[in-house]
């Protein structure tokens, strides 16, 4: 479907399709690569180009077609925004055979938290190396006994001088092994009910104390971690939001967790893949997108997805 917007917006498409069309075929190179779910770009004129992941997010926020409306100050586009313009980048995108760009838990949960609740000097120290894969972030809720209920957490941080000091457990913690800096919550405030007594904690990960150990699934694949904190000290000025409020802000970043997980264009983006893939596998020499059955079945998934893009 080509959307379209009038002749106002007519040379922004043709600037988005040109990029689109300079790059295409680009492999990511690198293990973030992986990590974030990018696949290796097929069929595509172009297929020599090699980028790092790092290098492409750079590439793609300095054409303002990521990070748009975050100010420049913060590592962004800084760009009014424009609902339009941001429309008609994800569709050019969804089409093309080009990456998109890398989210995560520092990029798509924290750095709006952040933009949200935290501090001028927060913002300038976090947003921009996080934007640009310099800094990768991991999510500290889930404990052993705190998953779906997780206000029961009972990981512990008590202020001592200037530095809090952190003892307790993380579990299901993404990305922990590659990651420089963790959001965690943690108990400060053991005497209140239990949603008072949090706070929202931001933990370098490379500080003494803290000890990283992989859980390998059934797939024999080691998505997940479990982390460790014995006398683990950071800075008391590395809280985002009150003392005692962390509940607050959890919430915040969830918000943004659950939006991110529903994304309408990266749900194009992958129909449009199966798409392809349908027109360049066969079974018993013939393209699978000619079977009626599979054809069926694709035109009722293309009915939710519009659906959803439309709505979304
Ligand atoms: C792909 C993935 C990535 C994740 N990454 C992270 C991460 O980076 N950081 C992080 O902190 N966490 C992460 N998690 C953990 C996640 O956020 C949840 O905390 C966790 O999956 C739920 O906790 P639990 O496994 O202890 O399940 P439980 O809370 O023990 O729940 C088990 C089952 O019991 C049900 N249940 C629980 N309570 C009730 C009730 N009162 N009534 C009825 N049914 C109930 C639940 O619905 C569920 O089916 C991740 C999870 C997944 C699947």
């Known amino acids: 479907m080509n959307l ?52 492409w997010q750079k590439i793609l926020i300095e054409h303002g077609y990521f990070a748009r409306n975050i100010p420049i100050k913060y590592g962004g586009y800084g760009d009014e925004l424009d609902i339009v313009k941001n429309v008609i980048i994800t569709d050019e995108f969804s089409h093309a055979k080009i990456p998109v760009a890398t989210g995560g838990q520092g990029i798509d949960f924290l750095v709006p ?28 809720y889930s404990e052993p006994n705190a998953g779906s209920d997780l206000a029961s957490l009972q990981t512990k941080g008590i202020l001592d001088g200037d530095e809090w000091v952190i003892n307790g457990q993380k579990i299901w913690t993404s990305t922990a092994k590659y990651a420089q800096m963790m959001f965690c919550l943690v108990r400060t405030e053991p005497d209140v009910p239990k949603h008072q007594g949090i ?44 003392r005692g409020q962390g509940w607050l802000v959890a919430n915040k970043t969830l918000t943004h967790e659950r939006s991110s997980l529903g994304d309408p264009n990266k749900m194009v983006t992958r129909f449009n ?18 079977k009626p059955v599979f054809r069926d079945r694709l035109m009722k998934t293309q009915g939710k997805v519009l659906a959803l893009k439309t709505h979304g």
């Open 4 to 55: 379209d917007f009038g002749s106002k917006y007519d040379g922004f498409r043709d600037e988005v399709k040109e990029f689109c069309n300079h790059y295409e075929g680009v492999q990511l190179t690198g293990t973030l690569g992986t990590l974030y779910g990018h696949e290796e770009i097929k069929n595509s004129k172009k297929q020599d180009l090699k980028i790092s992941i790092q290098d």
């Open 113 to 140: 938290t952040l933009l949200e609740m935290g501090t001028e000097e927060q913002k300038n120290r976090y947003i921009k190396p996080a934007l640009h894969l310099d800094e990768i972030w991991c999510q500290g």
């Open 199 to 242: 706070s929202y904690l931001l933990i370098p990960m490379d500080t003494p104390g803290i000890e990283i150990r992989p859980l390998v699934d059934m797939t024999l694949h080691a998505g997940f971690n479990e982390v460790f904190f014995t006398n683990v000290r950071i800075p008391a000025t590395n809280i985002i939001g009150a």
């Open 273 to 290: 893949k199966l798409v392809e893939l349908m027109k360049n596998e066969s079974i018993d020499g013939e393209r699978i997108i000619d």
